[in-house]
């Protein structure tokens, strides 16, 4: 019932940009969110798009992420500028709640970020 596919990752240097897509049917089912695992940490949760685009981002990303979704609601977007090393990570996409918590116990590949200086 789940179909996502993480997309954008790749290596950039301290400062730069990136766009991570996240793509499939579920994406116009429910509420999306994006999450990151830093090596040897747990996955916390970056940033979520609500439905009539209530917006969260976690207080580290704030002025620098921005999550959006198309008009087709088939994919949502994480922009990510002003990259630092702390943002390395592998990124993934899940379904949420109106509470902002994961609809399921479910984890794609995702896309790895890496940022070096």
């Known amino acids: 019932q789940i179909h996502l596919e993480e997309s954008g990752g790749g290596l950039v240097q301290v400062g730069g940009s990136l766009r991570l897509a996240c793509a499939g049917r579920?994406?116009?089912?429910?509420?999306m969110g994006w999450f990151r695992q830093p090596p040897g940490k747990e996955r916390e949760l970056v940033a979520s798009?609500?439905?009539?685009?209530?917006?969260y981002y976690q207080d580290s990303v704030k002025g620098r992420f921005t999550i959006s979704r198309d008009n087709t609601k088939t994919t949502v977007y994480l922009q990510m500028n002003s990259l630092k090393p702390e943002d390395t990570a592998v990124y993934y996409c899940?379904?949420?709640?109106?509470?902002?918590?994961?609809?399921?116990?479910?984890w794609g590949q995702g896309t790895q970020v890496t940022v070096s200086s």
């Open positions: 798009i609500m439905w009539f685009d209530t917006l």
């Open positions: 899940a379904p949420m709640s109106e509470q902002n918590y994961p609809v399921f116990d479910w």
């Open positions: 579920t994406v116009g089912q429910y509420n």
